[in-house]
Protein backbone atom coordinates (compact mmCIF):
# COMPACT_ATOMS: atom_id res chain seq x y z
CA UNK A 1 0.00 0.00 0.00
CA UNK A 2 1.42 3.37 -0.52
CA UNK A 3 0.33 6.47 1.04
CA UNK A 4 0.22 9.80 0.34
CA UNK A 5 0.95 11.18 3.71
CA UNK A 6 2.07 9.36 6.66
CA UNK A 7 2.27 10.74 10.08
CA UNK A 8 5.17 9.67 12.31
CA UNK A 9 3.78 9.69 16.26
CA UNK A 10 1.04 8.91 17.50
CA UNK A 11 0.79 11.45 20.03
CA UNK A 12 -2.20 14.01 20.28
CA UNK A 13 -0.70 16.49 17.64
CA UNK A 14 0.27 13.63 15.15
CA UNK A 15 -3.46 12.37 15.82
CA UNK A 16 -5.11 16.38 15.61
CA UNK A 17 -3.08 16.49 12.17
CA UNK A 18 -4.22 13.30 10.57
CA UNK A 19 -7.93 14.30 11.84
CA UNK A 20 -7.43 17.64 10.04
CA UNK A 21 -6.16 16.08 6.83
CA UNK A 22 -9.14 13.34 6.64
CA UNK A 23 -11.59 15.99 7.05
CA UNK A 24 -9.83 18.23 4.34
CA UNK A 25 -8.30 16.07 1.84
CA UNK A 26 -9.10 12.86 -0.55
CA UNK A 27 -5.86 10.86 1.09
CA UNK A 28 -4.19 7.85 1.69
CA UNK A 29 -3.37 8.72 5.26
CA UNK A 30 -0.95 6.64 7.52
CA UNK A 31 -0.01 7.13 11.28
CA UNK A 32 3.13 5.14 12.61
CA UNK A 33 3.75 4.83 16.11
CA UNK A 34 6.30 3.43 17.68
CA UNK A 35 4.94 2.55 20.85
CA UNK A 36 2.40 -0.48 21.27
CA UNK A 37 0.21 2.16 22.06
CA UNK A 38 -1.09 5.99 21.33
CA UNK A 39 -0.31 8.76 23.43
CA UNK A 40 2.66 6.97 25.53
CA UNK A 41 4.50 9.98 26.00
CA UNK A 42 4.00 13.48 26.37
CA UNK A 43 0.37 13.32 25.91
CA UNK A 44 0.01 10.71 28.29
CA UNK A 45 2.00 11.70 30.74
CA UNK A 46 0.62 15.86 31.37
CA UNK A 47 -1.06 17.95 33.94
CA UNK A 48 -4.33 17.44 31.75
CA UNK A 49 -4.74 21.26 32.11
CA UNK A 50 -6.77 22.86 29.07
CA UNK A 51 -4.67 26.27 28.96
CA UNK A 52 -6.35 29.31 27.99
CA UNK A 53 -3.65 31.11 26.33
CA UNK A 54 -2.91 33.42 29.18
CA UNK A 55 1.36 33.16 29.12
CA UNK A 56 2.04 33.68 25.25
CA UNK A 57 3.69 36.38 23.75
CA UNK A 58 0.56 37.73 21.48
CA UNK A 59 1.21 36.96 17.66
CA UNK A 60 2.93 33.98 18.47
CA UNK A 61 2.01 30.27 17.63
CA UNK A 62 1.64 29.35 20.77
CA UNK A 63 -0.76 32.21 21.69
CA UNK A 64 -3.13 31.76 18.62
CA UNK A 65 -3.37 27.86 18.65
CA UNK A 66 -3.64 27.57 22.43
CA UNK A 67 -7.00 29.85 22.22
CA UNK A 68 -8.31 28.28 18.83
CA UNK A 69 -7.56 25.05 20.00
CA UNK A 70 -8.60 24.84 23.61
CA UNK A 71 -11.72 25.94 22.18
CA UNK A 72 -11.80 23.38 19.13
CA UNK A 73 -10.95 20.98 22.50
CA UNK A 74 -13.84 21.50 24.51
CA UNK A 75 -16.13 21.27 21.92
CA UNK A 76 -14.42 17.71 20.80
CA UNK A 77 -14.93 16.23 24.38
CA UNK A 78 -18.17 17.33 24.53
CA UNK A 79 -19.25 15.49 21.07
CA UNK A 80 -17.45 12.63 21.90
CA UNK A 81 -18.35 12.34 25.74
CA UNK A 82 -15.44 12.35 26.98
CA UNK A 83 -15.06 14.10 30.44
CA UNK A 84 -14.32 17.67 30.88
CA UNK A 85 -14.60 21.01 33.24
CA UNK A 86 -13.90 24.71 32.75
CA UNK A 87 -13.28 24.70 36.15
CA UNK A 88 -10.85 27.64 35.97
CA UNK A 89 -7.34 28.71 37.67
CA UNK A 90 -5.78 31.41 39.94
CA UNK A 91 -2.73 32.51 38.99
CA UNK A 92 -1.03 33.53 42.47
CA UNK A 93 1.43 36.01 43.70
CA UNK A 94 3.40 35.72 46.74
CA UNK A 95 5.77 38.59 47.21
CA UNK A 96 4.87 41.91 45.89
CA UNK A 97 8.48 41.71 43.95
CA UNK A 98 5.92 39.44 41.40
CA UNK A 99 2.84 42.13 40.71
CA UNK A 100 4.78 43.39 37.70
CA UNK A 101 4.82 40.13 36.15
CA UNK A 102 1.53 39.41 37.35
CA UNK A 103 0.38 42.56 35.49
CA UNK A 104 1.69 41.45 32.60
CA UNK A 105 0.02 38.02 32.32
CA UNK A 106 -2.96 40.32 32.82
CA UNK A 107 -1.68 42.05 29.76
CA UNK A 108 -0.89 39.24 27.58
CA UNK A 109 -4.26 37.27 28.65
CA UNK A 110 -6.23 40.09 27.04
CA UNK A 111 -4.00 40.84 24.11
CA UNK A 112 -5.22 37.34 23.32
CA UNK A 113 -8.65 38.12 23.81
CA UNK A 114 -9.04 36.13 27.22
CA UNK A 115 -12.69 36.79 28.27
CA UNK A 116 -13.33 37.13 32.14
CA UNK A 117 -10.13 37.64 33.33
CA UNK A 118 -10.17 39.41 37.25
CA UNK A 119 -7.56 40.89 39.18
CA UNK A 120 -7.80 38.98 43.05
CA UNK A 121 -6.88 40.76 46.40
CA UNK A 122 -5.61 38.73 49.07
CA UNK A 123 -9.12 38.22 50.69
CA UNK A 124 -10.72 37.33 47.11
CA UNK A 125 -8.15 34.77 46.28
CA UNK A 126 -8.76 33.06 49.49
CA UNK A 127 -13.11 33.33 48.78
CA UNK A 128 -11.95 31.64 45.93
CA UNK A 129 -9.48 28.93 47.52
CA UNK A 130 -9.69 29.14 51.12
CA UNK A 131 -6.17 27.34 51.63
CA UNK A 132 -3.85 30.02 49.32
CA UNK A 133 -1.78 32.62 50.75
CA UNK A 134 -1.14 35.44 48.83
CA UNK A 135 -0.26 39.30 48.08
CA UNK A 136 -2.84 39.16 44.68
CA UNK A 137 -3.67 36.76 42.38
CA UNK A 138 -5.20 36.44 39.09
CA UNK A 139 -8.29 34.36 37.85
CA UNK A 140 -8.88 32.94 34.73
CA UNK A 141 -11.99 31.27 34.15
CA UNK A 142 -11.01 30.15 30.94
CA UNK A 143 -8.57 27.25 32.42
CA UNK A 144 -10.48 23.93 31.87
CA UNK A 145 -9.15 20.09 32.89
CA UNK A 146 -9.53 16.87 30.64
CA UNK A 147 -7.58 13.43 30.55
CA UNK A 148 -5.87 14.30 27.31
CA UNK A 149 -4.90 9.64 26.65
CA UNK A 150 -8.68 9.63 26.72
CA UNK A 151 -9.14 12.95 23.82
CA UNK A 152 -5.78 11.28 21.88
CA UNK A 153 -7.74 7.87 22.16
CA UNK A 154 -11.46 9.34 21.17
CA UNK A 155 -9.34 11.15 17.99
CA UNK A 156 -7.78 7.45 17.04
CA UNK A 157 -11.10 6.19 16.85
CA UNK A 158 -12.41 8.75 15.26
CA UNK A 159 -9.70 8.67 12.19
CA UNK A 160 -9.77 5.08 12.03
CA UNK A 161 -13.45 5.29 10.88
CA UNK A 162 -12.64 7.92 8.83
CA UNK A 163 -10.34 5.58 6.67
CA UNK A 164 -6.78 6.65 8.78
CA UNK A 165 -4.35 3.47 9.04
CA UNK A 166 -2.78 3.47 12.10
CA UNK A 167 0.43 1.19 12.83
CA UNK A 168 1.50 0.87 16.67
CA UNK A 169 4.71 -0.71 17.32
CA UNK A 170 6.16 0.89 14.10
CA UNK A 171 8.91 3.00 15.40
CA UNK A 172 11.04 4.55 12.24
CA UNK A 173 14.21 3.81 11.57
CA UNK A 174 14.83 4.74 8.28
CA UNK A 175 13.93 7.21 5.25
CA UNK A 176 15.24 6.40 1.93
CA UNK A 177 13.87 9.03 -0.91
CA UNK A 178 12.92 6.96 -4.02
CA UNK A 179 11.40 7.24 -7.68
CA UNK A 180 7.72 6.78 -6.07
CA UNK A 181 8.37 9.00 -2.86
CA UNK A 182 9.79 8.00 0.43
CA UNK A 183 10.60 4.53 1.53
CA UNK A 184 10.19 4.46 5.36
CA UNK A 185 11.35 1.03 7.37
CA UNK A 186 9.91 0.58 10.66
CA UNK A 187 10.28 -2.30 13.00
CA UNK A 188 7.35 -3.80 11.71
CA UNK A 189 7.20 -3.41 8.17
CA UNK A 190 8.09 -1.10 5.33
CA UNK A 191 5.96 2.00 3.96
CA UNK A 192 6.12 4.11 0.73
CA UNK A 193 4.58 7.36 1.20
CA UNK A 194 5.10 10.26 -0.93
CA UNK A 195 5.32 12.84 2.10
CA UNK A 196 5.31 12.52 5.63
CA UNK A 197 4.69 14.58 8.22
CA UNK A 198 6.87 14.25 11.93
CA UNK A 199 5.28 14.31 15.09
CA UNK A 200 7.50 12.41 16.90
CA UNK A 201 7.59 15.03 20.18
CA UNK A 202 11.00 13.56 22.34
CA UNK A 203 12.37 11.98 19.00
CA UNK A 204 11.38 14.48 16.92
CA UNK A 205 14.72 16.18 16.08
CA UNK A 206 15.90 12.36 15.36
CA UNK A 207 13.03 11.80 13.46
CA UNK A 208 14.31 14.99 10.90
CA UNK A 209 18.00 13.66 10.73
CA UNK A 210 16.84 10.32 9.84
CA UNK A 211 14.97 12.18 6.97
CA UNK A 212 18.05 13.89 5.47
CA UNK A 213 16.62 17.20 7.45
CA UNK A 214 19.16 19.39 9.83
CA UNK A 215 16.60 20.31 12.22
CA UNK A 216 18.81 23.43 13.38
CA UNK A 217 17.59 22.43 16.73
CA UNK A 218 18.21 19.61 19.72
CA UNK A 219 15.88 17.87 21.82
CA UNK A 220 16.62 18.12 25.42
CA UNK A 221 14.77 15.72 27.78
CA UNK A 222 12.66 17.58 31.03
CA UNK A 223 11.09 15.31 33.36
CA UNK A 224 8.21 16.57 34.96
CA UNK A 225 7.50 14.56 38.46
CA UNK A 226 4.34 15.21 40.40
CA UNK A 227 2.97 14.61 44.10
CA UNK A 228 -0.38 13.65 44.81
CA UNK A 229 -2.10 15.04 47.48
CA UNK A 230 -3.55 12.12 49.98
CA UNK A 231 -7.33 11.23 49.66
CA UNK A 232 -7.99 13.11 53.11
CA UNK A 233 -6.22 16.29 52.11
CA UNK A 234 -7.84 16.64 48.82
CA UNK A 235 -9.91 19.50 50.40
CA UNK A 236 -6.72 21.55 50.58
CA UNK A 237 -7.14 22.41 46.68
CA UNK A 238 -10.41 23.34 44.85
CA UNK A 239 -9.24 23.50 41.35
CA UNK A 240 -6.15 24.64 39.76
CA UNK A 241 -3.42 27.08 41.82
CA UNK A 242 -0.77 28.25 39.79
CA UNK A 243 2.86 30.72 40.83
CA UNK A 244 3.53 33.39 39.19
CA UNK A 245 5.96 31.72 36.31
CA UNK A 246 9.62 32.90 36.35
CA UNK A 247 9.79 35.01 32.93
CA UNK A 248 13.39 33.26 32.12
CA UNK A 249 12.17 30.09 32.00
CA UNK A 250 9.74 28.47 30.02
CA UNK A 251 8.16 26.27 32.44
CA UNK A 252 5.67 27.38 34.85
CA UNK A 253 6.97 26.64 38.31
CA UNK A 254 5.11 23.88 40.84
CA UNK A 255 1.49 24.07 40.98
CA UNK A 256 -1.91 22.02 42.43
CA UNK A 257 -3.93 20.40 39.78
CA UNK A 258 -7.42 18.98 40.07
CA UNK A 259 -7.31 16.33 37.76
CA UNK A 260 -10.51 15.08 35.80
CA UNK A 261 -10.89 12.15 38.16
CA UNK A 262 -10.94 14.08 40.97
CA UNK A 263 -7.19 13.36 42.58
CA UNK A 264 -5.01 16.42 43.52
CA UNK A 265 -1.60 16.72 41.97
CA UNK A 266 1.41 18.79 42.94
CA UNK A 267 4.25 19.34 40.57
CA UNK A 268 5.67 19.00 37.70
CA UNK A 269 9.18 20.19 38.64
CA UNK A 270 11.85 20.42 35.59
CA UNK A 271 14.51 18.27 35.39
CA UNK A 272 16.67 18.08 33.39
CA UNK A 273 16.76 14.38 32.10
CA UNK A 274 19.71 11.87 31.71
CA UNK A 275 16.86 9.73 28.78
CA UNK A 276 14.85 10.98 26.92
CA UNK A 277 11.75 8.70 28.03
CA UNK A 278 13.24 8.76 31.27
CA UNK A 279 10.42 8.64 34.06
CA UNK A 280 12.22 8.18 37.14
CA UNK A 281 15.57 9.66 38.70
CA UNK A 282 17.52 6.55 38.02
CA UNK A 283 16.55 6.25 34.50
CA UNK A 284 20.03 6.74 32.16
CA UNK A 285 20.88 6.42 28.67
CA UNK A 286 24.47 6.76 27.36
CA UNK A 287 23.95 7.98 24.69
CA UNK A 288 20.91 10.59 24.93
CA UNK A 289 22.98 11.96 27.96
CA UNK A 290 26.14 12.35 25.71
CA UNK A 291 24.66 13.67 22.40
CA UNK A 292 22.91 16.23 24.87
CA UNK A 293 26.39 17.42 27.01
CA UNK A 294 28.46 17.24 24.20
CA UNK A 295 26.95 20.44 22.02
CA UNK A 296 28.25 23.71 22.79
CA UNK A 297 24.43 24.36 22.75
CA UNK A 298 24.37 22.48 26.29
CA UNK A 299 26.66 24.00 27.33
CA UNK A 300 25.64 27.73 26.87
CA UNK A 301 22.02 26.89 27.85
CA UNK A 302 23.69 25.34 31.50
CA UNK A 303 25.97 29.00 31.70
CA UNK A 304 22.55 30.78 31.23
CA UNK A 305 20.03 28.15 33.43
CA UNK A 306 22.51 26.88 35.55
CA UNK A 307 21.14 28.42 38.89
CA UNK A 308 17.32 27.59 38.16
CA UNK A 309 18.56 23.85 36.82
CA UNK A 310 20.28 23.35 39.88
CA UNK A 311 17.04 24.22 42.37
CA UNK A 312 15.11 22.32 40.27
CA UNK A 313 17.74 19.07 40.79
CA UNK A 314 17.63 19.87 45.01
CA UNK A 315 13.83 19.63 44.63
CA UNK A 316 13.80 16.70 42.91
CA UNK A 317 16.04 14.69 45.51
CA UNK A 318 14.70 16.64 48.64
CA UNK A 319 10.87 16.38 49.11
CA UNK A 320 11.21 18.87 51.85
CA UNK A 321 12.58 21.39 49.33
CA UNK A 322 9.57 20.03 47.01
CA UNK A 323 7.01 21.09 50.00
CA UNK A 324 8.27 24.16 50.75
CA UNK A 325 7.88 25.21 47.37
CA UNK A 326 4.31 24.72 47.57
CA UNK A 327 4.06 26.17 50.80
CA UNK A 328 4.73 29.28 48.93
CA UNK A 329 1.05 28.78 47.76
CA UNK A 330 -0.44 26.34 50.33
CA UNK A 331 1.42 27.32 54.06
CA UNK A 332 -0.55 24.67 55.69
CA UNK A 333 0.53 21.71 53.49
CA UNK A 334 3.05 19.15 55.09
CA UNK A 335 5.10 16.33 53.59
CA UNK A 336 2.79 13.96 54.98
CA UNK A 337 -0.08 15.35 52.80
CA UNK A 338 2.03 14.16 49.91
CA UNK A 339 2.15 10.58 48.14
CA UNK A 340 4.43 10.03 45.28
CA UNK A 341 2.54 10.48 41.65
CA UNK A 342 4.03 10.55 38.54
CA UNK A 343 6.29 11.93 35.97
CA UNK A 344 5.99 13.49 32.17
CA UNK A 345 9.08 14.30 30.06
CA UNK A 346 8.86 17.32 27.81
CA UNK A 347 10.26 17.32 24.79
CA UNK A 348 12.19 21.23 24.75
CA UNK A 349 14.07 22.06 21.72
CA UNK A 350 17.50 23.93 22.37
CA UNK A 351 18.86 25.92 19.58
CA UNK A 352 22.60 26.46 19.15
CA UNK A 353 22.65 29.83 20.92
CA UNK A 354 21.61 27.95 23.67
CA UNK A 355 18.05 29.34 24.16
CA UNK A 356 15.27 26.80 25.17
CA UNK A 357 12.80 27.74 22.07
CA UNK A 358 9.85 28.96 23.40
CA UNK A 359 7.80 29.51 20.42
CA UNK A 360 6.40 26.13 18.79
CA UNK A 361 9.00 25.33 15.51
CA UNK A 362 7.23 23.82 12.64
CA UNK A 363 9.98 23.59 9.18
CA UNK A 364 9.03 22.40 5.86
CA UNK A 365 11.15 20.60 3.67
CA UNK A 366 10.72 18.78 0.66
CA UNK A 367 7.99 16.72 0.55
CA UNK A 368 7.81 17.23 4.37
CA UNK A 369 6.45 18.73 7.80
CA UNK A 370 8.62 18.41 10.77
CA UNK A 371 7.35 19.73 14.21
CA UNK A 372 10.49 20.46 16.07
CA UNK A 373 8.93 22.01 19.18
CA UNK A 374 5.68 21.11 20.56
CA UNK A 375 5.56 21.44 24.47
CA UNK A 376 2.95 22.83 26.64
CA UNK A 377 0.54 23.98 26.17
CA UNK A 378 0.17 21.52 22.66
CA UNK A 379 -1.82 18.89 23.70
CA UNK A 380 -4.36 22.07 24.35
CA UNK A 381 -3.71 23.61 21.48
CA UNK A 382 -3.27 20.21 19.36
CA UNK A 383 -6.56 20.28 17.23
CA UNK A 384 -5.53 23.58 16.36
CA UNK A 385 -1.77 22.99 15.17
CA UNK A 386 -3.32 20.25 13.24
CA UNK A 387 -5.39 22.48 11.15
CA UNK A 388 -2.39 24.87 10.50
CA UNK A 389 -0.11 21.65 9.72
CA UNK A 390 -3.20 20.23 7.48
CA UNK A 391 -3.21 23.87 5.70
CA UNK A 392 0.23 23.62 5.19
CA UNK A 393 0.41 19.47 4.12
CA UNK A 394 -2.53 20.63 1.28
CA UNK A 395 -0.38 23.60 -0.06
CA UNK A 396 3.39 22.01 -0.23
CA UNK A 397 1.87 18.06 -1.16
CA UNK A 398 -0.88 19.55 -3.27
CA UNK A 399 -3.94 17.42 -1.51
CA UNK A 400 -6.70 16.95 -3.37
CA UNK A 401 -10.00 18.74 -1.30
CA UNK A 402 -12.65 16.79 -0.03
CA UNK A 403 -16.03 18.02 -1.91
CA UNK A 404 -17.50 18.21 1.47
CA UNK A 405 -14.58 19.53 3.90
CA UNK A 406 -16.35 22.46 6.10
CA UNK A 407 -13.07 22.25 8.12
CA UNK A 408 -12.14 25.82 8.82
CA UNK A 409 -8.94 27.25 6.76
CA UNK A 410 -6.08 28.60 9.03
CA UNK A 411 -3.46 31.19 8.25
CA UNK A 412 0.24 29.48 7.60
CA UNK A 413 2.29 32.12 9.24
CA UNK A 414 5.59 31.39 11.29
CA UNK A 415 7.01 28.73 9.55
CA UNK A 416 10.59 27.92 8.51
CA UNK A 417 12.09 26.21 5.67
CA UNK A 418 14.20 23.51 6.24
C1 LIG B 1 4.97 16.88 32.59
C2 LIG B 1 4.19 17.52 31.47
C3 LIG B 1 3.07 18.29 31.75
C4 LIG B 1 2.36 18.90 30.72
N1 LIG B 1 1.18 19.54 30.99
C5 LIG B 1 0.43 20.00 29.96
C6 LIG B 1 -0.86 20.53 30.20
O1 LIG B 1 -1.36 20.52 31.32
N2 LIG B 1 -1.55 21.04 29.15
C7 LIG B 1 -1.04 21.04 27.88
O2 LIG B 1 -1.70 21.53 26.97
N3 LIG B 1 0.17 20.51 27.63
C8 LIG B 1 0.89 19.97 28.62
N4 LIG B 1 2.10 19.38 28.37
C9 LIG B 1 2.60 19.37 27.01
C10 LIG B 1 1.91 18.32 26.16
O3 LIG B 1 1.76 17.10 26.84
C11 LIG B 1 2.72 18.13 24.88
O4 LIG B 1 2.98 19.39 24.33
C12 LIG B 1 1.97 17.29 23.84
O5 LIG B 1 1.51 16.10 24.43
C13 LIG B 1 2.88 17.01 22.67
O6 LIG B 1 2.25 16.04 21.87
P1 LIG B 1 3.07 15.31 20.75
O7 LIG B 1 2.11 14.48 19.98
O8 LIG B 1 3.90 16.32 20.03
O9 LIG B 1 4.14 14.42 21.54
P2 LIG B 1 4.01 12.98 22.19
O10 LIG B 1 2.77 12.81 22.95
O11 LIG B 1 5.28 12.75 22.94
O12 LIG B 1 3.94 12.02 20.95
C14 LIG B 1 5.04 11.74 20.10
C15 LIG B 1 4.90 10.30 19.68
O13 LIG B 1 5.88 10.01 18.69
C16 LIG B 1 6.28 8.67 18.90
N5 LIG B 1 7.58 8.45 18.24
C17 LIG B 1 8.78 8.92 18.62
N6 LIG B 1 9.74 8.50 17.77
C18 LIG B 1 9.11 7.76 16.82
C19 LIG B 1 9.57 7.06 15.68
N7 LIG B 1 10.87 7.02 15.32
N8 LIG B 1 8.66 6.38 14.93
C20 LIG B 1 7.34 6.41 15.26
N9 LIG B 1 6.86 7.06 16.35
C21 LIG B 1 7.73 7.74 17.10
C22 LIG B 1 6.35 8.53 20.40
O14 LIG B 1 6.31 7.19 20.82
C23 LIG B 1 5.15 9.33 20.84
O15 LIG B 1 3.99 8.55 21.04
C24 LIG B 1 2.82 18.75 29.38
C25 LIG B 1 3.93 17.96 29.10
C26 LIG B 1 4.59 17.32 30.13
C27 LIG B 1 5.73 16.41 29.80
Not at 61 to 72: S, W
Not at 222 to 242: H, M, Q, S, T
Request: proline content about 5%.
Amino acid sequence: MRYDVTIIGGGIVGLATALALTERYSADLLVIEAENRLAAHQTGNNSGVIHSGLYYRPGSLKARNCVTGATALFHFCEENDIPVERCGKLVVATHRSELPALEELERRGLANGLQGLRRLTSGQLQEIEPHVNGVAGLEVPATGIVNFRQVADAIGRRVEEMGVTIRTAARLLRCTPSSSGLELETATGTFTTSNLINCAGLQSDRVARLCGVDPAVQIVPFRGEYYKLAPACRDLVRNLIYPVPDPRFPFLGVHFTRMIDGSREAGPNAVLALKREGYNRYSISLRDTLEVVSTAAFWRMTSKYWRIGLGELYRSWNKAAFVKALQRLIPEITAEDLVPGGAGVRAQALDESGNLLDDFRLVEAERMLHVLNAPSPAATASLSIGGELATLAGRSFSLGEKQNSTAPRQPDRNTKRG
